[in-house]
């Protein structure tokens, strides 16, 4: 059975300051987002247990932690993509067409993202995603690590709003560290997400 793994940062701890310093980046990666990964294989252990001793009183449990561990792998592996030290400015050709298009401008596309990860309930994460029934771009709001899975969205931008993800840093003020992350954003990578996600090869 395969196992989840911490993928290695395409980049270094210190590649990101002054947005993030190095020290917040090798705790949330080398310690949460690793914990995240221990969290969804040994959950898996445990299922495969269960299923074993033919004994499901505690299933609920574990589908909760499964999930729960799982999207923070997920997500987390995504967020490291999307930043990159070279990163920022805005996207073109057609993601730009099509944040212009859904959004009205990238603009307003940029201050409700923002809004919606600064303003996300206790610990989550704000998303662009793309949605495939009405073949358009959104924007989310994700609690915790769960993932809206009833909307059937693919996350092609993650901006995380735990506070392992800033706090040492920006203390509580959230809208600071989420206006950074904007000089961070990897566009090239969120475009192949873009692409891929719309069935463009």
């Given at each position: 059975m395969g196992q989840y793994a911490l993928p290695d940062l395409p980049y270094d701890y210190a590649a990101l300051e002054p947005a993030i310093t190095g020290e917040i980046l090798e705790l949330h990666h080398a310690k949460h987002h690793a914990a995240y990964v221990k969290g969804a294989n040994d959950t898996l252990d445990r299922l495969a247990e269960a299923r074993d001793k033919g004994d499901f009183?505690?299933?609920?449990?574990?589908?909760?932690?499964?999930?729960?561990?799982?999207?923070?792998?997920?997500?987390?592996?995504?967020f490291w993509q999307n930043l990159s030290p070279d990163g920022g400015d805005r996207p073109d050709g057609a993601l730009r067409d099509a944040i212009d298009e859904h959004f009205g401008s990238f603009e307003a596309?940029?201050?409700?993202?923002?809004?919606?990860?600064?303003?996300?309930?206790?610990?989550?994460?704000?998303?662009?995603a793309w949605e495939p029934l009405s073949r358009r771009l959104v924007v989310e709001q994700v609690y915790d690590h769960h993932g809206n899975v009833g909307?059937?969205?693919?996350?092609?931008?993650?901006?995380?709003?735990?506070?392992?993800?800033?706090?040492?840093?920006?203390?509580?003020?959230?809208?600071?560290?989420v206006e950074k992350l904007w000089s961070l954003v990897n566009w090239t990578d969120?475009?192949?997400?873009?692409?891929?996600?719309?069935?463009?090869?």
């Open positions: 009183s505690g299933l609920v449990g574990l589908e909760k932690t499964y999930a729960f561990n799982l999207s923070g792998h997920v997500l987390h592996t995504i596309f940029q201050k409700q993202l923002t809004t919606a990860t600064s303003t996300v309930q206790g610990s989550g994460w704000g998303v662009l909307m059937n969205t693919t996350p092609l931008l993650v901006f995380d709003a735990w506070e392992h993800a800033y706090y040492l840093q920006y203390r509580n003020v959230r809208p600071d560290y969120v475009t192949s997400r873009f692409e891929a996600a719309r069935g463009v090869a």
